[in-house]
């Protein structure tokens, strides 16, 4: 039998509440978060990685895991599911060490209930409230752990794991917060005079960049090799939702703004759907890039698919720069 649950009056001065609007359907986010080869993928705070050692997903199982910071410390966690609700609410008891049922007999569990809200646009609304035994046992958490900044990281890194988890077939999906407000971002993505300062992979300069942002548009730029060597390439914009969504068509091009192939890989894709969108929270912006091979013939959406490393690398590089770029602003 479940107990009863305290109201948020009653335990407002020991509980933690974190909330996130994520951009992606309830559905697909409940299963990030109940199916155990998901969760271990994102869950904890940057620079931790976690082990699983039993996750019985019902009422009355227990999540055994242990969380490893980047110092090399273990953090060995169990809970107890005492309430789920399918695709609406969780709620389990969480010890500070492997023993819950001694952490409980001590006083030194917490409950924490996550709640799964669809909202406007089709986003999840993510909440957790996590209640302590006393006032505090929260302000111990929170000074000593960093819990609520952790429950944001936490968050972060599901909401950068969602795009991937949900690519299709096909596609090569990238992520990356930067930390600054969405309306920078997307002013130093959209405006020619910025894109030249980070645009393209590391080591890379953009000596040419012109840009006519709008939907029709293009914009037509050259990357140039620390040895010399020159590549055009140009994007021709199919959508443009400001601050939120940009659709373009990117290719490989030449001084005039015609279209080529790449000029290294004769089987790669002539053109490439690409789709960036860029959500906002707590200050910073999440940026999801996509690229599709658009139109492709088999043997190109081959070499598309063996190559996601390397555009992985690319792009990593582009968005070190990026980063970098938006701090000096």
């Not at 109201?7 to 409940?30: F, G, H, N, Q």
């Not at 990281?153 to 795009?163: G, I, R, Y």
């Amino acid at each position: 039998m479940t107990a009863p649950q305290s109201s948020a009056e009653d335990t407002a001065d020991r509980e933690i509440v974190i909330t996130r609007d994520i951009s992606a359907p309830r559905e697909l986010v409940w299963r990030a978060f109940t199916e155990p080869e998901h969760v271990v993928k994102w869950w904890g705070p940057r620079g931790f990685t976690d082990t699983t050692k039993r996750h019985d997903f019902r009422v009355g199982g227990y999540w055994e895991h242990t969380m490893h910071g980047p110092d090399g410390t273990n953090y060995p966690n169990k809970a107890k599911f005492i309430e789920i609700v399918p695709r609406e609410r969780i709620t389990f008891l969480l010890g500070a060490g492997s023993d819950l049922e001694d952490d409980e007999r001590r006083g030194a569990t917490f409950r924490a209930t996550w709640t799964f809200e669809t909202v406007e646009g089709g986003k999840t609304r993510l909440t957790g409230r996590m209640v302590f035994p006393s006032k505090e046992a929260r302000d111990r958490v929170v000074r000593d752990f960093g819990a609520i900044e952790g429950g944001k990281q936490t968050l972060t890194k599901l909401a950068e794991f969602l795009p991937k988890f949900a690519a299709k077939p096909g596609e090569f999906v990238i992520t990356r917060t930067f930390d600054a407000p969405r309306s920078l971002v997307w002013q130093v993505w959209t405006e020619a005079e910025h894109m030249k300062q980070w645009y393209g992979p590391k080591e890379v300069t953009t000596p040419v960049a012109k840009m006519d942002f709008r939907p029709g548009g293009m914009f037509h730029y050259c990357m140039q090799t620390p040895d010399g060597h020159k590549m055009w390439g140009k994007a021709v914009y199919r959508e443009i939702t400001p601050p939120e969504r940009v659709v373009w068509i990117n290719s490989f091009s030449d001084e005039a703004g015609g279209l080529t192939r790449h000029p290294g890989a004769t089987l790669w894709p002539l053109e490439m759907l690409t789709v960036a969108t860029f959500d906002e929270y707590d200050g910073k912006t999440l940026l999801t890039l996509t690229w599709t091979a658009h139109n492709a013939t088999a043997e190109e959406q081959k070499v598309f698919d063996d190559n996601h490393p390397n555009m992985t690398m690319g792009w990593t590089g582009s968005f070190d720069r990026l980063a970098a770029y938006l701090a000096s602003k």
